[in-house]
Nanobody, 124 residues
């Protein structure tokens, strides 16, 4: 299971940085995985929305976060980060990281892993 951290409560316009660390079971192959950040808002309990994803050579962002969020990875530390700036109340959600889906959020033939989620709350 991946381990997320860095969530919290901020006011609109604030910033947070989320971290996603790989479990021991996949650290040796971590660099081969595309890592994605997803979120599940209180009003949408049926699905997790792709926020951003990063492979070794490319990144993809949801339109709603382009220009505000930046995803990055430190392969030596087996960690992926999501820097979130100019946060808006609409960003309030539980944020999950995933290893194994592709850059656009589709499942692949290989295994996938999820974290337990970290809460982000943005007040107006």
């Amino acid at each position: 299971q991946l381990v997320e951290s860095g969530g919290g409560a901020v006011q609109a316009g604030g910033s947070l940085r989320l971290s996603c660390a790989a479990p021991r079971s996949i650290t040796s192959v971590f660099n081969s995985y595309t890592i994605g950040w997803y979120r599940q808002a209180p009003k949408n309990q049926r699905e997790r929305e792709l926020v951003a994803a990063i492979s070794l050579v490319s990144a993809n962002y949801a339109d709603s976060v382009k220009g505000r969020f930046t995803i990055s990875r430190n392969n030596a530390k087996k960690t992926v980060y999501l820097q979130m700036n100019s946060l808006e109340p609409e960003d309030t959600a539980v944020y999950y990281c995933n290893a194994g889906r592709n850059l656009y959020g589709s499942t692949t033939e290989g295994p996938e892993y999820w974290g337990q989620g970290t809460q982000v709350t943005v007040s107006s």
